[in-house]
């Protein structure tokens, strides 16, 4: 059964201070790791899909890395407009869907 | 490119009534959509997937007869749910594909949500 585990649940950062969101999955054969941005009330905003192990990718001030079990989503300098709850999600040979971590709520302070 | 509208964004409905809920993608053909539920701090659930033209494919635990959906164009799916109860209430998403890409997962895009409350 596929499974995908996110840490920390809750991450209070201040403004300028780097940190990593650590996404753990176990799938049968991945086909993609995708990662998401929530704000509160809104539908998952797409960041970055990484396909292969070592495969890095980055926007901003956001760069998302993979292994064979892991994937961070390292944040440099955030801001506070970075707050928001951070989705990843690995495809599998299960299917067409995604299978969705509970998230890291993240929370950058001036 | 990749954008995908919803509508209603929100809607309060007495109980046993049917809300209908739409899912558009804007600038891209979309083979395969996706509806989710996301009760308060929690995180997406999948209730069905649908392809163009036939069938949606639920997952275990939702109801078919209570969550209809049609899929009826490349550009179009609808989510309605049917004599509406406030346990229903919830934040219903959509998303879209372009298609499953080979041997690998295709991105999903997704609407901006629909804020459903049942009174």
């Known amino acids: 059964e596929d499974q995908v585990t996110q840490s920390p649940e809750a991450l209070r950062l201040q403004e300028g201070e780097s940190s990593s969101l650590n996404c753990s999955y176990t799938v049968s054969g991945l086909r993609g790791l995708f990662w998401y941005r929530q704000d509160p009330g809104k539908g998952p905003e797409f960041l970055f899909t990484l396909y292969s192990a070592g495969e890095e990718k980055e926007k901003e001030r956001l760069k998302a890395t993979l292994t064979k079990k892991e994937s961070f989503l390292h944040i440099t300098a955030p801001k506070p407009e970075d707050s928001a709850t951070y989705l990843c999600a690995p495809g599998s040979n299960s299917g067409y869907a995604l299978n969705f971590g509970k998230g890291t709520s993240l929370l950058v302070t001036p | 490119g990749a954008v995908v509208s919803q509508h209603p964004s929100w809607v309060i409905c007495k109980s046993g009534t049917s809300v209908k809920i739409e899912c558009r993608s804007l600038d891209f053909q979309a083979t395969t959509m996706f509806w989710y539920r996301q009760f308060p701090k929690q995180s997406l659930m999948l209730m069905a997937t649908?392809?163009?033209?036939?069938?949606?494919?639920?997952e275990q635990g939702v109801e078919k007869d209570k969550f209809l959906i049609n899929h009826a164009s490349l550009t179009l799916s609808t989510l309605t749910v049917t004599s509406a109860h406030p346990e229903d209430s919830s934040f219903y998403i959509c998303?879209?594909?372009?298609?499953?890409?080979?041997?690998?997962?295709?991105?999903?895009?997704f609407g901006p949500g629909t804020r459903l409350t049942v009174l």
């Open positions: 649908s392809n163009e033209g036939s069938k949606a494919t639920y």
């Open positions: 998303s879209a594909s372009k298609g499953f890409t080979g041997a690998l997962t295709d991105t999903q895009y």
